[in-house]
């Protein structure tokens, strides 16, 4: 068998080696040199960088390759004039195989997983106050990728709302132009226009640079903003948090 790997990063060049390791034929596919991307991390470091006080601890979450945190993310911190170490700290993992515990960091963590049941619970809301509860009501998520402007799904919080607004009995649809269907949801992106039509309630979810959200505003019955996509947009029919 011949087995064709589009974009062999992380994820892709494991499961490129596994199917070598069976046998097959593999054929890796990808846009540039295959070399990690830390464009977005080095330009947090430096932001990060210039706020730095005493006492903090920066720690780095991305999935990225080992050394990274010493290698790429201690130089520009320290570019601050304060010592790793010293006068600030880095690695929660690093702490855990010492027996140190980051509660703070751990509840951290929680929060986020907690951040879709926020979510629905505003979007209930948020429909109550216009006398609409969530069975039946039409809802349209913008945006169900991770982060703006990828079609990356680990991970996303949008996957829990739709589930969790499913039970709920909302009448749900998204449009995301990074990720044109959702398989094992049984949904498909739909045309933005058509839903903004026919939307109870339009979510923005992801902040994709794509969509024209003063467009969203104007063609929707209600938009609830939960990325401040639509800063200076004032409008009876927006709700931000």
């Known amino acids: 068998m011949s087995v064709g790997i589009i974009g062999p990063g992380y994820v892709g060049l494991p499961l490129a080696v596994a199917f070598a390791e069976a046998g097959d034929e593999v054929v890796g596919l990808d846009a540039d040199q295959r070399q990690p991307d830390l464009a977005y991390v080095v330009d947090a470091a430096r932001s990060v960088s210039r706020f730095l006080r005493e006492g903090q601890l920066v720690v780095l979450e991305s999935t990225t390759y080992p050394g990274t945190t010493?290698?790429?993310?201690?130089?520009?911190?320290?570019?601050?004039?304060?010592?790793?170490?010293?006068?600030?700290?880095?690695?929660?993992?690093?702490?855990?195989?010492?027996?140190?515990y980051t509660e703070f960091i751990e509840l951290a963590g929680k929060i986020n997983q907690n951040q879709p049941q926020f979510c629905v619970r505003k979007i209930e809301r948020t429909l109550n106050d216009v006398s609409n509860p969530v069975r039946g009501s039409r809802v349209l998520l913008l945006g169900v990728a991770y982060k703006a402007g990828v079609g990356d799904l680990r991970e996303s919080p949008a996957l829990k709302i739709i589930r969790?607004?499913?039970?709920?009995?909302?009448?749900?649809?998204?449009?995301?132009?990074?990720?044109?269907?959702?398989?094992?949801?049984?949904?498909a992106s739909a045309d933005?226009?058509?839903?903004?039509?026919?939307?109870?309630?339009?979510?923005?979810?992801?902040a994709h640079p794509e969509i024209d959200y003063g467009r969203v505003v104007d063609g929707?019955?209600?938009?609830?903003?939960?990325?401040?996509v639509t800063r200076g947009i004032e409008a009876s029919n927006l709700v931000r948090l």
Do not use: N, Q, W
């Open 220 to 228: 929707a019955a209600l938009v609830l903003d939960f990325r401040g």
């Open 164 to 187: 969790m607004l499913r039970d709920l009995g909302a009448d749900l649809a998204y449009h995301d132009p990074h990720v044109p269907e959702l398989p094992e949801l049984g949904m």
């Open 192 to 206: 933005l226009d058509a839903e903004l039509a026919r939307s109870d309630l339009v979510c923005v979810i992801t």
């Open 70 to 100: 010493r290698e790429r993310l201690k130089p520009i911190l320290e570019e601050s004039g304060r010592a790793a170490g010293r006068d600030f700290h880095l690695l929660a993992f690093k702490a855990r195989e010492h027996d140190f």
